[in-house]
């Protein structure tokens, strides 16, 4: 039923008809809103027959649905941000021992500098962790994302993480179909584990592997992940015939026919780079966007056939690896090895910054006439003037003190005027 | 304890509770050839290993209570290790190990799970050593049981990281020689004023059930593990168990060290519901700490040349304080 819903209500009306048996949850912005409507879901008997614990961290929230789903019980948990990475370790473990769980990530910074807005550093800094990671580009796709995820983690007995981002997806009210309860039935049949803590049928599962074996195991890790390479788009073509719409899959690709540029990107971003494209496909610039939807694994092949005729590939990615540069990009180059398509890599909208269609017109008019050097971290939007302040201070002083407190100050921000 | 047989039979000397001077329904679970071997043969702990003692006696009671319908969650930790090196694994029930730090949730997980699919037949346990339960786990075991999770947990308490060498843990005595609380320098040994009293924190909880014990009284051990299964919610399970390896003593004294840290006062038997202490296992003829001491290298230092007699007479104060505030002498009490 179409209804005018926040993200997060919507996404959690659609984990709640996924009919998880255990939710566990600890709550961090901008997460909260839709562990708090699963609480309510459950507490009114909505939501039944359904566990929903109050755990005293994101370690416990993973580690509880860890048990839980080795127990033989559909499991689900949301986080963001720090709590993400302070469920690190639990990430690896359910990832290694196989358990289908799926998990909400509301997209957001990781500090320091604190800041609770929206990007991917959160996501990609988990990248390796063992999840399949899927990005949605709008609310809609959010929603259809979480019912897939839990019939292709469950196909696969791994974890899947279904990354939204922060605020702009999750705080935002729009027209949502959220799907019917006999709809979601028909599409996602009951959990079936493959390993189950069972007393008619007792097995150890998280035994101590030394060198004899454990290269194997992780080798299995790898080559089911890779599984999903073939397995998201026929979950994706499965929900379009059950669902009526198109949702999920590898990648997105927007007007790239015949494309001499191709701005690839991750999740709600998407939404203004198509904009973009469409304005400057109307004055005539062959330019398309490809969104890639499945970031772990990732589609090597299908990047590489949809950005193989273009001229130049321009990653606007909202997280970076500090000391070497883009992530996406750094994938992406893998992907067009020995093609001619120049990569750039451009970091944008970090810590909740809006990527705007102003910024990404000017972006784009720069790589055009050739004045963004290829192989060089670009930062969008950086206001050069402040970083080098800082770098000057730095340099006149031994104790320069506190970079963000300096910047802030700078900058007149109101809270760090002097009183 | 109303499960637990009310006359107690001690051969002069032993202390040891013999089978044979029992009625048939107050032997062990250990006595019983049926008994369910949760934890079987070929595992790879030390000889003398107090750890593998008690769990074995944990378990098989908690499956004798079950009917055998018992799943378990282990911290990483001497326990996890020397049971299930690959592909060879002692449990013989569902057991599941994820990480150090985290067993309290991962068993609370499995115990939302059972109440999700209606299984109350299905009873959880977690266990783990000191390290795992005091130090790094301590935030989801705080977490289990303040939200009354229907878990039994158990710590194996031998009073430092022995799987990785033998270093303080929280549950370090003062005064003992750790790989990271050397005799060197004045204050030899682990710090007094440090480390923490785990069943105290959990009675803090107000959880139904709180108790410790020891492998010296291996009928105890079980008659409180059939105890915390009478209760649903949060319960723990303290066990005393010796480390040859990291204690410096003979694999043959693991029995006699725990007794002796009972007899001594060092470390208090009893049981605790709802927050308060309702039985104390009663000192029989008070030992002063040296015979304890004395028997394990990690305490040497306190007897070579000067002798420590400073040091030992305030790990004595220890000893006096738990006897004065648990009644643990009987003329004390009355």
Not at chain 1, 113 to 138: T, V
Not at chain 1, 211 to 217: D, G, I, L, S
Not at chain 1, 218 to 227: D, F, G, I, S, V
Request: charged share 20%.
């Amino acid at each position: 039923m179409r209804d005018q819903l926040e993200g997060s209500l919507g996404i959690a009306r659609t984990v709640a008809r996924c009919r998880p048996e255990v939710v566990s949850a600890y709550p961090i912005s901008p997460q909260t809103h839709i562990v708090e409507a699963l609480s309510d879901m459950v507490r009114t008997g909505e939501l039944a027959p359904c566990e929903y614990m109050l755990v005293e961290s994101e370690f416990a929230a993973m580690s509880a649905a860890i048990g839980a789903s080795a127990m033989g019980a559909r499991a689900y948990t949301a986080t963001a941000s720090q709590g993400l990475l302070y469920m690190a370790e639990a990430l690896f473990n359910a990832s290694g021992l196989g358990l289908p769980i799926v998990m909400t990530l509301a997209n957001r910074a990781i500090g320091a500098p604190i800041n609770i807005w929206n990007d991917h550093s959160d996501a990609m800094s988990q990248r390796d962790s063992g999840w399949i990671q899927l990005y949605a580009e709008s609310n809609q796709a959010a929603i259809d994302l979480h019912v897939q995820a839990f019939a292709l983690a469950e196909e696969l007995s791994l974890p899947v993480m279904v990354c939204v981002d922060g605020f702009v997806l999750t705080h935002a009210v729009e027209p949502l179909d959220v799907p019917e309860q006999q709809e979601v039935d028909a599409f996602l049949p009951p959990y079936e584990p493959r390993q189950v803590l069972d007393p008619e049928d007792p097995v150890t599962i998280g035994a101590m592997v030394g060198p004899e074996a454990f290269t194997e195991v992780r080798y299995l890790a790898h080559a089911k992940q890779m599984q999903a390479l073939d397995l998201v788009p026929e979950i994706a073509s499965r929900f379009t015939q059950a669902f009526g719409r198109a949702s999920g899959g590898l990648l997105h690709r927007y007007r790239t026919e015949g494309a001499e540029t191709i701005v690839v990107a991750l999740g709600s971003v998407l939404g203004t780079v198509e904009d973009v494209v469409d304005g400057l496909r109307e004055s005539g610039e062959r330019i398309g966007a490809l969104g890639i939807t499945c970031f772990r694994p990732f589609p090597l092949e299908e990047v590489r056939a949809a950005l193989a005729e273009a001229r130049r590939v321009v990653v606007v990615e909202r997280a970076f690896a500090v000391g070497i540069g883009g992530i996406v990009g750094q994938n992406v180059r893998l992907a067009l090895d020995g093609l001619p398509p120049i990569v750039h890599d451009v970091v944008a909208g970090l810590g909740g910054r809006a990527v705007t269609r102003r910024s990404l017109e000017s972006l784009l008019a720069d790589v055009r006439a050739g004045r963004l050097e290829p192989g060089r971290l670009h930062f969008l939007d950086l206001d050069t003037h402040l970083v080098e302040r800082e770098l000057q201070r730095l340099q006149e002083r031994r104790r320069s003190g506190p970079h963000a407190e300096n910047i802030l100050r700078d900058l007149g921000a109101v809270a760090a005027r002097p009183y | 304890m109303a499960s637990r047989p009310p006359v107690k039979f001690f051969q002069v000397g032993s202390f040891a509770a013999g089978n044979r001077l029992l009625s048939e329904d107050e032997r062990t679970v250990q006595s019983d050839r049926d008994r369910s071997n949760a934890l079987t043969k070929g595992h790879r702990a030390c000889q003398g290993c107090g750890e593998a003692l008690g769990a074995r006696y944990v378990l098989d009671a908690a499956m004798r209570v079950t009917q055998g319908r018992l799943v378990a969650a282990n911290a990483t930790g001497c326990l996890e290790v020397f049971s299930t090196p690959y592909p060879e694994s002692s449990w013989r029930l569902p057991w599941l190990h994820s990480l150090f730090g985290n067993a309290p949730a991962v068993a609370a997980g499995m115990a939302a799970a059972l109440r999700a699919k209606g299984r109350t037949d299905v009873r959880v346990i977690g266990q783990g050593g000191d390290g795992g339960t005091l130090d790094i786990g301590f935030a989801c075991l705080s977490g289990m049981f303040e939200r009354d999770d229907d878990v039994l947990y158990v710590c194996y308490d031998n009073e430092a990281y022995m799987n990785t060498g033998v270093q303080r843990s929280g549950a370090t005595p003062p005064a003992a020689r750790t790989a990271t609380t050397k005799p060197v320098g004045d204050e030899p040994g682990a710090a007094f004023g440090q480390g923490k009293n785990a069943p105290l924190i959990a009675m803090a909880h107000e959880i139904p059930y709180v108790a410790t014990a020891t492998v010296a009284e291996l009928h105890d051990l079980e008659a409180k593990v059939e105890r915390a299964m009478s209760f649903r919610g949060a319960r723990y399970l303290h066990v005393l168990v010796p480390c040859p390896l990291g204690w410096g003593a003979r694999s043959a004294d693991t029995i006699r060290l725990a007794r002796l840290a009972k007899e001594t006062g060092l470390f208090p038997v009893f049981e605790a519901e709802g927050g308060e202490v309702v039985s104390v296992s009663k000192i029989r003829r008070p030992v002063p700490v040296e015979e304890y001491l004395r028997l394990q290298r990690r305490f040497a230092h306190l007897f070579a040349d000067p002798p420590r007699t400073d040091v030992v007479g305030r790990l004595q104060a220890i000893a006096d304080r738990n006897i004065r505030r648990f009644g643990l002498v009987e003329e004390a009490t009355e």
